[in-house]
């Protein structure tokens, strides 16, 4: 059962990496670029997207190494505590004033990765 959480988790991560590299980049870009910033901020906001985006497809790749590998289990722990606590922060701050959060689907998706990757090592 491991296996198909893992797997699960998995293609959950892969799922937001390639929404959040591809459509949601285009989209986010594009608004970030109407609102006059300073080129600087424009990059940083760039850059920090793209890390979201890394941190998704590296927490897939690893989550399937582990499916087909799991004497590396271990690996997973930082995975799980990395998405869960993501979650948490997209809940905690939408609850903190920045509502549209809790419409995005980046808390529950980093809680389905990181719940079911959880479940898996249990």
């Known amino acids: 059962m491991a296996f198909w959480y893992l797997l699960a988790a998995a293609a959950i991560a892969f ?3 390639g929404f959040h590299g591809i459509l949601g980049r285009r989209m986010y870009l594009g608004e970030i670029r109407k609102g006059n910033l300073p080129e600087s901020a424009v990059t940083l906001s760039t ?3 793209d890390m979201f985006t890394v941190l998704l497809l590296v927490s897939g ?3 399937t190494h582990i499916a087909y590998n799991p004497v590396a289990a271990p690996m997973a722990y930082p995975v799980v505590a990395m998405n869960l ?3 948490a922060l997209f809940i905690g701050l939408g609850f ?3 509502k549209l959060l809790i419409r995005l689907p980046g808390a529950y998706l980093m809680g389905a990765t990181g719940g079911l ?3 898996a090592l249990s």
């Open 15 to 17: 799922f937001g990496a």
């Open 117 to 119: 990757a959880l479940l």
């Open 61 to 63: 790749l690893t989550l």
């Open 47 to 49: 850059v920090s997207w």
């Open 85 to 87: 606590l993501g979650a």
């Open 96 to 98: 903190a004033g920045h």
